[in-house]
């Protein structure tokens, strides 16, 4: 029994442990009180702590990585709630330019309105505004701001430079650095320009303008994000644009018409106070040979009303038995345009009157003009002169 302790002793302290005169002493008086009691406790193995150890530190590292990604997550989630806010705003910022700029119906201050509101989308000073110029493929700058304030009036070739690439190829163009870039043109060279982007403003499919922006100073570039913000802007420019040139055309129209109109009332006026004061008789007739209008004068012809003359056919004016003649004389005229002749007019009282007729087709569309000069008078002088002369 001693010799189990002793080994199991020797299995925790190891075989080559000196075991000093005190551990000896002790030794022997707990192995004699346990004889006594008549049990032998078996030694136990003290618990490893390795395991405990090592899962501690892996949930160290667990903990270190978890709290380091949700600080990620936190940096993360703060750079697209800032993103999501920077967007709003710049949404925002476009819809109140846009609402501005729709109001605008004067082309001019359209084109200043735009490239002001352009500048304000990113934050700088300085743009022009390409149109069409007079000749072909050529642009010309129509406003100006900023360090290009001098340049309207500026001419250059589509495919030159920005705004002429822009307008070739009908998409946006962002130059990180200008002064380096090959396709500057060389006559801004002593410009201290760095960055430039051009928009294109479009009707349909067609290019109509291009809006440049600038930045000068070196640390700034025109973003990917910036180009697309002034794209949507550029659109809704466009739509301004349009609706501005399509005012101005119908302002020009309608007081084209106006004058039109106005002249037309004035030759009305005048057309009537000679219609109304001719000595000779004047009928309107449409293409059914209907009066549709008539001057006193013609009323006189056989003391008709003017009421019982409007709306009355030409060919119930006419003796019974000339209406077939009338009626072939009406289908030559229209189809020639004019007539010029002389015609015998039977009054309802029987009296005969000689007169010279002029007649015009279609002096308005559908209407023709009916003029009688009444020769009765001359043409019975005539032949009284004519009498007197071979008789006396």
Known sequence: MHELLHQQLNEHLGSDAEIS???????????RTYLQAGALPTVQHLPDQTENVQAAKAEKVQDDRAAANSSREIIEREHIEATLRRRNDELGALYETTLRILGRTEPQSLLDDIVAKACALVGTSHGYLYVAGQEAGELVVQVAAGIFASDIGYRMRV????????????????????????????????????????????????????????YLEPERTFAADEIELLSRFGQMASLALGKARLHEKLQKELGERNRAEEALRTSEKQFRAIFENASDAMAIIDNEGLCVDVNPAACLLDSWSREELLGASVFNLVPSERVEDLQQLWCTFLREGQFKGNYTMVRRSGETRELELSATANYLPGYHMLMFHDVTERKALEQQLMHQAFHD
């Open 159 to 214: 495919g030159e430079g920005v705004a002429g690439r822009v307008w070739t190829t009908g998409e946006p163009l962002a130059v990180d650095d200008y002064i380096a870039w090959s396709g500057r043109c060389h006559d801004r060279d002593g410009m201290v320009l760095h960055s430039l982007a051009g928009i294109p403003l479009k009707i349909g499919s067609d290019v109509v303008g291009v809006i440049g922006l600038a």
């Open 21 to 31: 005169e005190e551990w000896a002493q002790l030794f022997e008086d707990i192995s």
